[in-house]
């Protein structure tokens, strides 16, 4: 497809289950972004690659939260035991150079949202 | 650190008329960039609009322009002409820089707008 495509578009998982999201981004772009919105806030940052390479984690929660992008294209992050608090939007970001956001160049998918019952 | 401040959480407009998404941010970087995102009820992250530190005018893209007061530190978002397809929430951004290089957005906590007939 034209844009970042992730999945699964909804998510209901019980509390203690893992779960993982998919992010395929636009073929080519370097970077790749993972960002958790909350209900009525903002994104938040959590791990970043540029390619293969996870050069930022800084954001993951917790060490329930793993990120990985073997090849350089696809990205999945893995919340394993998931929580209550982990319920929100999983947003996926990637652009075709590195320092893409300091031009807005940033796409985004239209995200995972996981419900933790 | 970077901080970005919208305190508005949501906005009325009537439709074809302006109105304006107030944005104040914190910085002691003297180069930085502002972004303006829409994110409609699908979820994606749309790019709107971006303002450098050192533009000598307000950016403007189409209906959208940004009011941008450096010493003020603010960076409002104004919508000419509303229209119905503008409801959705937006989203001010700011990039912060990520250790191994590359940027992230930083974003606040968003506006609803509400266009009525």
């Known amino acids: 497809g034209a844009g970042v495509s992730q999945s699964p578009r909804y998510k209901v998982a019980k509390r203690g289950q893992d779960v993982a999201l998919r992010c395929d981004p636009i073929?080519?772009?370097?970077?790749l972004f993972w960002y958790q919105q909350a209900l009525g806030q903002g994104p938040e940052f959590l791990t970043y690659?540029?390619?293969?390479?996870?050069?930022?984690k800084s954001g993951l929660p917790s060490d329930r939260f793993f990120a990985e992008r073997p090849e350089g294209s696809v990205s999945t992050l893995k919340i394993q035991r998931t929580q209550q608090e982990d319920s929100a939007v999983y947003l996926c970001?990637?652009?075709?150079?590195?320092?893409?956001?300091?031009?807005?160049?940033?796409?985004f998918g239209e995200g995972s949202r996981l419900t933790v019952l | 650190a970077q901080k970005i401040t919208q305190t508005q959480p949501g906005m009325f407009v009537q439709e074809k008329e302006a109105v304006t998404l107030d944005c104040t941010y914190d910085?002691?970087?003297?180069?930085?960039?502002l972004f303006w995102y829409k994110q409609p009820s699908s979820g994606e992250m749309i790019f709107l609009i971006y303002?450098?530190?050192?533009?000598?005018q307000n950016a403007t893209e189409g209906r959208y322009s940004l009011n941008f007061q450096k010493a003020r530190k603010s960076a409002n978002l104004v919508i000419s002409a509303s229209q119905l397809g503008d409801s959705a929430m937006y989203f001010c951004?700011?990039?912060?820089?990520?250790?191994?290089?590359?940027?992230?957005?930083?974003f606040g906590t968003g506006t609803q707008l509400k266009v009525e007939l």
């Open positions: 970001a990637s652009s075709l150079e590195v320092g893409a956001a300091n031009t807005g160049e940033l796409f």
């Open positions: 073929s080519g772009h370097v970077s």
């Open positions: 951004a700011m990039p912060v820089g990520l250790t191994g290089g590359g940027n992230k957005l930083t």
């Open positions: 690659f540029q390619n293969e390479a996870q050069l930022d």
């Open positions: 910085t002691s970087d003297q180069s930085y960039g």
């Open positions: 303002q450098g530190s050192y533009d000598e």
